[in-house]
Protein backbone atom coordinates (compact mmCIF):
# COMPACT_ATOMS: atom_id res chain seq x y z
CA UNK A 1 0.00 0.00 0.00
CA UNK A 2 0.74 3.73 -0.12
CA UNK A 3 3.49 5.60 2.44
CA UNK A 4 3.66 8.95 3.01
CA UNK A 5 6.47 10.81 4.78
CA UNK A 6 6.59 13.82 6.44
CA UNK A 7 9.51 16.03 6.97
CA UNK A 8 9.84 18.31 9.62
CA UNK A 9 7.74 17.12 12.30
CA UNK A 10 8.30 20.60 14.03
CA UNK A 11 8.91 23.87 12.09
CA UNK A 12 9.18 27.12 13.90
CA UNK A 13 10.00 30.29 11.76
CA UNK A 14 10.20 34.43 12.74
CA UNK A 15 6.60 36.35 11.26
CA UNK A 16 6.90 36.95 8.02
CA UNK A 17 9.45 33.97 7.12
CA UNK A 18 8.58 31.25 4.58
CA UNK A 19 7.57 27.79 6.05
CA UNK A 20 8.74 24.54 4.00
CA UNK A 21 7.34 20.95 4.78
CA UNK A 22 8.06 18.31 2.59
CA UNK A 23 6.54 14.98 1.32
CA UNK A 24 7.36 12.18 0.14
CA UNK A 25 4.82 8.77 -1.11
CA UNK A 26 5.59 5.22 -2.46
CA UNK A 27 3.14 4.57 -5.06
CA UNK A 28 3.24 5.57 -8.34
CA UNK A 29 -0.48 5.22 -9.14
CA UNK A 30 -1.09 8.17 -6.70
CA UNK A 31 -2.35 11.37 -8.33
CA UNK A 32 -4.03 13.16 -5.90
CA UNK A 33 -1.96 15.12 -3.11
CA UNK A 34 -3.92 17.42 -0.41
CA UNK A 35 -2.27 19.80 2.22
CA UNK A 36 -4.54 19.64 5.21
CA UNK A 37 -4.21 21.78 8.24
CA UNK A 38 -5.36 21.22 11.73
CA UNK A 39 -5.82 23.92 14.67
CA UNK A 40 -5.57 22.21 17.93
CA UNK A 41 -8.58 21.01 18.89
CA UNK A 42 -10.04 20.77 15.50
CA UNK A 43 -11.03 18.83 12.39
CA UNK A 44 -8.29 19.03 9.67
CA UNK A 45 -9.39 21.31 6.97
CA UNK A 46 -8.29 21.32 3.54
CA UNK A 47 -5.87 24.30 2.51
CA UNK A 48 -4.66 23.45 -0.76
CA UNK A 49 -4.36 20.47 -2.95
CA UNK A 50 -2.64 19.27 -6.37
CA UNK A 51 -3.57 16.68 -8.91
CA UNK A 52 -0.48 14.73 -11.00
CA UNK A 53 -1.02 16.84 -14.20
CA UNK A 54 -0.05 19.91 -12.97
CA UNK A 55 3.37 20.55 -11.10
CA UNK A 56 2.40 23.54 -9.32
CA UNK A 57 -0.24 25.66 -7.79
CA UNK A 58 -0.59 28.51 -5.80
CA UNK A 59 -3.43 30.16 -3.84
CA UNK A 60 -2.16 33.79 -2.31
CA UNK A 61 0.73 33.11 0.35
CA UNK A 62 0.44 28.93 -0.23
CA UNK A 63 2.10 26.80 -2.98
CA UNK A 64 2.29 23.24 -3.63
CA UNK A 65 5.06 21.54 -5.64
CA UNK A 66 4.92 18.00 -7.40
CA UNK A 67 7.58 15.87 -8.29
CA UNK A 68 6.33 13.51 -10.08
CA UNK A 69 9.35 11.10 -11.10
CA UNK A 70 10.90 12.06 -7.62
CA UNK A 71 7.42 10.73 -5.93
CA UNK A 72 7.20 14.10 -3.87
CA UNK A 73 5.89 17.13 -3.29
CA UNK A 74 5.73 20.09 -0.88
CA UNK A 75 4.30 22.91 0.67
CA UNK A 76 5.21 26.79 0.68
CA UNK A 77 3.81 29.08 2.87
CA UNK A 78 5.06 32.97 2.23
CA UNK A 79 4.88 35.64 4.61
CA UNK A 80 4.14 33.53 7.91
CA UNK A 81 1.95 34.70 10.29
CA UNK A 82 0.73 33.43 14.06
CA UNK A 83 -2.40 32.19 12.53
CA UNK A 84 -0.68 30.49 10.33
CA UNK A 85 0.21 28.12 13.78
CA UNK A 86 -1.18 24.73 13.41
CA UNK A 87 -0.29 21.10 12.26
CA UNK A 88 0.07 20.73 8.60
CA UNK A 89 -0.98 16.94 7.24
CA UNK A 90 0.03 16.14 3.91
CA UNK A 91 -1.44 12.66 1.99
CA UNK A 92 -1.81 11.17 -0.88
CA UNK A 93 -4.47 9.06 -2.84
CA UNK A 94 -5.64 7.42 -6.23
CA UNK A 95 -8.61 8.57 -6.99
CA UNK A 96 -9.63 6.27 -9.62
CA UNK A 97 -9.05 3.51 -7.41
CA UNK A 98 -11.10 5.32 -4.51
CA UNK A 99 -10.01 8.29 -3.02
CA UNK A 100 -8.56 6.45 0.46
CA UNK A 101 -5.99 9.46 1.70
CA UNK A 102 -2.87 7.93 3.39
CA UNK A 103 -1.69 10.87 5.60
CA UNK A 104 1.88 11.76 6.46
CA UNK A 105 2.63 12.22 10.41
CA UNK A 106 2.58 16.08 10.21
CA UNK A 107 4.42 19.11 10.74
CA UNK A 108 3.68 21.53 13.84
CA UNK A 109 4.54 25.15 12.57
CA UNK A 110 5.32 27.48 15.30
CA UNK A 111 5.16 30.96 13.54
CA UNK A 112 6.77 33.38 16.48
CA UNK A 113 5.19 37.51 16.36
CA UNK B 1 -25.47 22.93 5.16
CA UNK B 2 -24.19 21.30 8.48
CA UNK B 3 -21.45 19.47 6.81
CA UNK B 4 -20.09 16.56 8.26
CA UNK B 5 -21.73 15.79 11.66
CA UNK B 6 -20.31 13.18 14.35
CA UNK B 7 -21.94 12.36 17.88
CA UNK B 8 -21.00 12.28 20.52
CA UNK B 9 -18.02 14.56 20.91
CA UNK B 10 -16.62 12.60 23.84
CA UNK B 11 -17.26 9.40 25.26
CA UNK B 12 -15.48 7.35 28.04
CA UNK B 13 -16.06 3.43 27.81
CA UNK B 14 -14.65 0.82 30.45
CA UNK B 15 -12.42 -2.25 28.50
CA UNK B 16 -15.27 -4.81 26.91
CA UNK B 17 -17.96 -2.35 26.46
CA UNK B 18 -19.56 -1.51 23.38
CA UNK B 19 -20.82 1.43 21.68
CA UNK B 20 -21.31 2.92 18.08
CA UNK B 21 -20.44 6.50 16.94
CA UNK B 22 -22.47 7.70 13.95
CA UNK B 23 -21.50 10.05 11.18
CA UNK B 24 -24.22 11.77 8.81
CA UNK B 25 -23.08 14.19 6.02
CA UNK B 26 -26.00 16.42 4.18
CA UNK B 27 -23.79 17.09 1.20
CA UNK B 28 -24.93 14.06 -1.18
CA UNK B 29 -21.76 12.64 -1.34
CA UNK B 30 -21.48 8.96 -2.16
CA UNK B 31 -18.14 8.12 -0.54
CA UNK B 32 -17.59 8.33 3.25
CA UNK B 33 -14.61 7.79 5.57
CA UNK B 34 -14.18 6.78 9.15
CA UNK B 35 -10.32 7.98 10.60
CA UNK B 36 -8.90 7.82 13.68
CA UNK B 37 -5.71 10.09 14.85
CA UNK B 38 -3.57 8.90 18.15
CA UNK B 39 -1.84 11.76 19.80
CA UNK B 40 1.31 13.35 17.78
CA UNK B 41 0.32 11.33 14.49
CA UNK B 42 -1.63 11.55 10.97
CA UNK B 43 -5.02 10.26 11.01
CA UNK B 44 -5.16 6.61 10.05
CA UNK B 45 -8.28 4.94 7.59
CA UNK B 46 -10.67 2.21 9.54
CA UNK B 47 -13.04 1.91 6.85
CA UNK B 48 -14.66 3.49 3.97
CA UNK B 49 -17.63 3.05 2.14
CA UNK B 50 -17.25 3.91 -2.18
CA UNK B 51 -21.55 4.06 -2.33
CA UNK B 52 -24.26 3.29 -0.36
CA UNK B 53 -24.57 -0.57 0.21
CA UNK B 54 -20.41 -1.26 0.29
CA UNK B 55 -18.26 -1.11 3.24
CA UNK B 56 -14.37 -2.10 2.84
CA UNK B 57 -11.53 -2.01 5.33
CA UNK B 58 -8.36 0.02 5.53
CA UNK B 59 -5.26 0.21 7.28
CA UNK B 60 -6.78 -0.34 10.35
CA UNK B 61 -9.89 -2.20 10.89
CA UNK B 62 -9.30 -5.00 13.53
CA UNK B 63 -11.62 -4.32 16.20
CA UNK B 64 -14.21 -2.03 14.47
CA UNK B 65 -17.46 -2.65 12.16
CA UNK B 66 -18.96 -0.46 10.10
CA UNK B 67 -22.44 0.22 8.42
CA UNK B 68 -23.90 2.34 5.90
CA UNK B 69 -27.39 2.94 6.66
CA UNK B 70 -27.97 5.16 3.58
CA UNK B 71 -26.33 7.84 1.48
CA UNK B 72 -26.09 9.76 4.37
CA UNK B 73 -25.12 8.24 7.35
CA UNK B 74 -22.04 5.77 8.10
CA UNK B 75 -21.51 4.27 11.89
CA UNK B 76 -18.21 2.74 13.12
CA UNK B 77 -19.45 0.32 16.16
CA UNK B 78 -16.66 -0.73 18.60
CA UNK B 79 -17.87 -4.61 19.86
CA UNK B 80 -15.52 -5.08 22.87
CA UNK B 81 -13.30 -2.35 23.53
CA UNK B 82 -9.70 -1.95 24.47
CA UNK B 83 -7.33 0.95 25.90
CA UNK B 84 -5.82 0.47 22.58
CA UNK B 85 -8.90 1.63 20.90
CA UNK B 86 -8.46 5.19 23.02
CA UNK B 87 -8.30 7.73 20.26
CA UNK B 88 -9.84 11.04 18.47
CA UNK B 89 -12.41 9.44 15.40
CA UNK B 90 -13.03 11.38 12.26
CA UNK B 91 -15.74 10.62 9.48
CA UNK B 92 -15.20 12.17 6.36
CA UNK B 93 -17.07 12.03 2.96
CA UNK B 94 -16.58 13.58 -0.81
CA UNK B 95 -17.48 13.14 -4.11
CA UNK B 96 -15.20 10.12 -4.60
CA UNK B 97 -12.82 11.91 -6.55
CA UNK B 98 -12.17 14.97 -4.72
CA UNK B 99 -12.06 17.30 -1.90
CA UNK B 100 -12.69 15.04 1.31
CA UNK B 101 -14.74 17.59 4.34
CA UNK B 102 -14.13 16.09 7.61
CA UNK B 103 -16.53 16.04 10.31
CA UNK B 104 -15.96 17.85 14.32
CA UNK B 105 -14.42 13.73 15.62
CA UNK B 106 -14.90 12.31 18.40
CA UNK B 107 -12.55 12.06 21.41
CA UNK B 108 -12.73 8.49 22.98
CA UNK B 109 -11.10 7.36 26.18
CA UNK B 110 -10.93 3.34 27.18
CA UNK B 111 -9.88 2.58 30.18
Known amino acids: GENVEQHPSTLSVQEGDSAVIKCTYS??????FPWYKQELGKRPQLIID?????GEKKDQRIAVTLNKTAKHFSLHITETQPEDSAVYFC????????????FGGGTRLMVKP | NAGVTQTPKFQVLKTGQSMTLQCAQDMNHNSMYWYRQDPGMGLRLIYYSASEGTTDKGEVPNGYNVSRLNKREFSLRLESAAPSQTSVYFCASDRSTDTQYFGPGTRLTVL
Open chain 1, 91 to 102: AASNVNAGNMLT
Open chain 1, 50 to 54: IRSNV
Open chain 1, 27 to 32: DSASNY
